[in-house]
């Protein structure tokens, strides 16, 4: 278990490593799906819960830190 998440993590700073600012851009792509989906009341707890704006400055956030430690 702990080989495959260190593989994990290893594959993974090595993709992110060349592209520093894809975690950012998907993070604002969350929040501004979740500005979107406020026009549509229907989804119910979606959308009242807010889950992707808050996903999206998670990811958003954990992007910055990562291309600041790469």
Same mark, same amino acid.
């Given at each position: 278990?702990?080989?495959?998440?260190?593989? /994990?993590?290893?594959?993974?700073?090595? =993709?992110?490593?060349?592209? =520093?600012?894809?975690? $950012?851009?998907?993070?604002?792509?969350?929040?501004?799906?979740?500005?979107?989906?406020?026009?549509? $009341?229907?989804?119910?707890?979606?959308?009242?819960?807010?889950?992707?704006?808050? /996903?999206?400055?998670?990811?958003?956030?954990?992007?910055?830190?990562?291309?600041?430690?790469?």
């Amino acid at each position: 278990m702990n080989e495959k998440l260190n593989n /994990l993590l290893d594959w993974l700073s090595n =993709k992110l490593a060349a592209r =520093k600012g894809l975690l $950012p851009i998907i993070g604002v792509g969350l929040v501004l799906l979740n500005l979107l989906l406020q026009f549509f $009341p229907g989804l119910g707890w979606l959308v009242s819960s807010q889950l992707f704006l808050h /996903l999206g400055v998670v990811v958003a956030i954990f992007g910055i830190m990562l291309a600041w430690a790469l």
